[in-house]
């Protein structure tokens, strides 16, 4: 499973839009969507504090 594909499930089990989730864990509703979209891939340090949210 991909981090997009991992941040999306975690979203929809959570009933959240991109907007709120995002908010939740600190980035732009923008770059959620990237990510969701394996369109962007985050640093290594933005995926350890990514992970350390979820």
């Not at 995002?22 to 933005?46: A, C, M, V």
Request: hydrophobic content about 30%.
């Amino acid at each position: 499973m991909t981090l997009g594909e991992k941040l999306k499930s975690i979203r929809k089990m959570n009933k959240l839009n991109q907007d709120n989730f995002s908010s939740l864990i600190g980035i732009s509703q923008g770059t959620l969507s990237e990510l969701e979209k394996d369109k962007y891939n985050p640093s290594f340090r933005n995926y350890i504090i990514y992970k350390s949210q979820i």
